[in-house]
């Protein structure tokens, strides 16, 4: 095929994803997997019921419509009024995706004209680079440092240049843990609105705040109009292989990014579609015991975590545990995650590689805790022996 690579310049840097390479090392060494942030239990008996019944009384068994099924969709709106006091009109303001990683992508192959400028935290959500590049747009990172990983909104003011075009936010914040605080939101809108910006917004973590709750960017003045909304149900239901997220914006944004979603997948999973709009009408217990059970979990693991040495930045939110691993006497944290399989049969995740700015993650190291109580407490005993 002569000299030209295959892969396009805009990929070249991607390379094959951190999940692939650490969970493919965790089935060769039998390791217990804390890597990738998938839990090790399916979500609610009557929402997979759900699912199979659809299945059997074929709906959802060819293409549903491209926005996603009426009942889905519906439901979708009723949970943002449900939890966020957020009105959005079922046909025109909601839009089903294959999952959230979809949702990302539409959004900003729809959004971005090649040479835009997009400002996302880092360390980023890894698909977040990936589709900046294909939509041939710039990224520009505002780094969350340890310990607290607060953004400095002076900072995120000073990347802000006539090319930038859209803010990509993500809170909870995967992998710190960090919440945004609702100044913190309001200073963010402030700029956006001043500076006529274009926010998307991954909530995917939505249901998992462990205090001070989720407070939504669109609902902030004059934030409705600019702002695309994503979230899924992967998380919040413990169904991550099922890949059904959502868009929730006004009607041009959702236009657009429907626009961009249409050539993707055109439609996702359909019988999926009727088991989560169940999921999403679940009463309030489901939602509170699921945030109880991932909290004491975190509590679980980030224990174990500093008994064996590690020091422990306590998330707010996710599932997700930020470490240093530098009071164990290490400093690479990919190195660290690269033998961490064969020295205590353990895998996590080294967030160096969600990092432009690589100095920053360097020695930071992510642990998820959505897994069994004994799966945590031999990974913490494992842990331990180092
Ligand atoms: C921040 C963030 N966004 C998006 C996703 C992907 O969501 P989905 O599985 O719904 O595509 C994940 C999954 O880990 C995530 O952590």
Redesign the pocket.
């Known amino acids: 095929m002569g000299a030209r690579p295959l892969l396009n310049r805009r990929l070249a840097s991607m390379g094959t994803t951190i999940f692939a390479e650490m969970s493919a090392l965790a089935t060769a060494t039998g390791s217990i997997n804390l890597g990738q942030?998938f839990p090790d239990t399916d979500g609610p008996a009557e929402v997979r019921e759900a699912a199979v019944r659809a299945l059997r009384e074929g709906r959802g068994n060819q293409y549903p419509p491209g926005p996603g099924v009426p009942e889905l969709r519906q439901a979708i709106a009723e949970h943002q009024q449900r939890f966020h006091g957020l009105t959005y009109d079922p046909d025109t303001e909601v839009l089903v995706t294959?999952?959230?990683?979809?949702a990302?992508a539409a959004a900003l192959l729809a959004l971005l004209e090649p040479g835009d400028e997009v400002i996302a935290f880092e360390p980023f959500?890894d698909?977040y680079a990936a589709c900046i590049a294909m939509a041939g747009a710039v990224r520009r990172p505002l780094t969350l440092r340890a310990p607290d990983f607060r953004p400095d909104l002076d900072e995120l003011r000073a990347l802000i240049t006539p090319r930038t075009r859209l803010l990509l936010i993500?809170t909870p914040?995967?992998p710190t843990g960090l919440v945004l605080t609702p100044d913190e939101l309001a200073g963010i809108a402030r700029l956006a609105v001043e500076h006529d910006l274009l926010v998307v917004t991954?909530e995917?973590?939505e249901h998992l705040v462990f205090s001070g709750g989720h407070h939504p960017l669109a609902a902030l003045p004059g934030m409705f109009e600019r702002t695309v909304a994503?979230s899924?149900?992967?998380?919040t239901f413990s169904f991550?292989g099922w890949?059904?997220?959502w868009v929730t914006a006004a009607p041009e944004l959702v236009a657009a990014v429907r626009t961009a979603k249409q050539y993707l997948t055109y439609v996702s999973a359909g019988p999926f579609q009727y088991a989560v709009a169940e999921a999403l009408r679940l009463p309030d217990e489901y939602f509170a015991s699921f945030r109880a059970d991932l909290r004491r979990k975190r509590d679980l693991l980030a224990d174990g975590l500093t008994a064996a040495g590690f020091r422990v930045f306590n998330p707010q939110g996710?599932y997700f545990i930020t470490t240093d691993i530098t009071p164990l006497g290490e400093k690479d944290g990919l190195e660290f995650c690269r033998a961490l399989p064969e020295r205590c049969g353990v895998v996590a995740i080294p967030n160096v590689v969600f990092y432009d700015n690589t100095e920053a993650g360097r020695s930071l190291v992510r642990f998820t805790f959505c897994k069994q109580d004994s799966v945590l407490e031999e990974a913490v005993a494992r842990l331990g022996r180092l």
């Open positions: 942030g294959a999952g959230a990683t979809e990302i959500y698909s993500n914040h995967n991954d995917v973590y994503i899924s149900a992967g998380k991550t890949k059904v997220g996710t």
